[in-house]
């Protein structure tokens, strides 16, 4: 099956400042959605992006489906960005996704 | 984005107890609802795929005996933890997925962590 990692696991960065995130993956998908998970455990729906470009707000998202990775890039980074962002990506017709391990940002003020 | 309710939010049992966790899709038909679990500082790993009106397909290492899943409608799926231990504390996490504009999108639950006792 797919194998998806994630990189840094790890990332703690000034309040204002950019970030990039990454994920690799092993093989050909149609799904790739990146999450954030806040500290109550819930986790919100960043970008479905299986190839291609997108943007909301300080947030954007690169998927180079022929080189198997995902960027997501955090722009002058808030306190409330703070969290465990995860990259998850599927392929087939069942739906299935596999999850990254994660990377856990802290922004401090 | 779709709205996706888990019930209850928290539970404690007592060690040997069933605990039934309910996923509900508020706001969309769901053709197929996933159920993970996640350890602290742990990913997300996938226990189950259920699909309306049909068996639920499990991952392998995931005892079905144990873990019952039932998806009565496309809005409702239940997740039965039976003769739990304490080995099976955990935050549990549904999603509720489907095609929507062409795509196919899982929105998630903001999950159930049960405590046994």
């Known amino acids: 099956g797919i194998q998806v990692e994630q990189s840094p696991p790890d990332l703690i960065l000034q309040e204002g400042a950019n970030s990039t995130l990454r994920c690799n993956f092993s093989?050909?998908?149609?799904?790739l959605q990146w999450f954030h998970q806040n500290p109550w455990g819930q986790l919100i729906n960043l970008f479905y992006i299986p190839s291609g470009t997108k943007q909301n707000g300080r947030l954007s998202a690169t998927t180079v489906a022929t080189e198997r990775y995902s960027l997501l890039y955090i722009s002058s980074s808030q306190t409330t960005d703070s969290g465990v962002y995860f990259c998850?990506?599927?392929?087939?017709?069942?739906?299935?996704?596999?999850f990254g391990q994660g990377t856990t940002l802290q922004v401090k003020p | 984005g779709a709205v996706v309710s888990q019930h209850p939010s928290r539970v404690i049992c007592k060690s040997g107890t069933s605990v039934k966790i309910e996923c509900r899709s508020l706001?969309?038909?769901?053709?197929?609802m996933f159920w993970y679990r996640q350890f602290p500082k742990q990913s997300l790993m996938l226990m189950a795929t259920?699909?309306?009106?049909?068996?639920?397909?499990?991952e392998q290492g995931v005892e079905k005996d144990k873990f019952l899943i039932n998806h009565a409608s496309l809005t409702l799926s239940t997740l039965t933890v039976t003769s739990a231990h304490p080995e099976d504390s955990s935050f549990y996490i549904c999603?509720?997925?489907?095609?929507?504009?062409?795509?196919?999108?899982?929105?998630f639950g903001p999950g159930t962590r049960l405590t046994v006792t």
């Open positions: 093989d050909s998908v149609n799904n």
């Open positions: 999603s509720a997925g489907g095609l929507a504009g062409g795509y196919y999108e899982q929105y």
């Open positions: 706001d969309f038909q769901a053709t197929t």
């Open positions: 998850a990506a599927g392929s087939g017709n069942t739906g299935k996704l596999i």
């Open positions: 259920s699909n309306e009106g049909s068996k639920a397909t499990y």
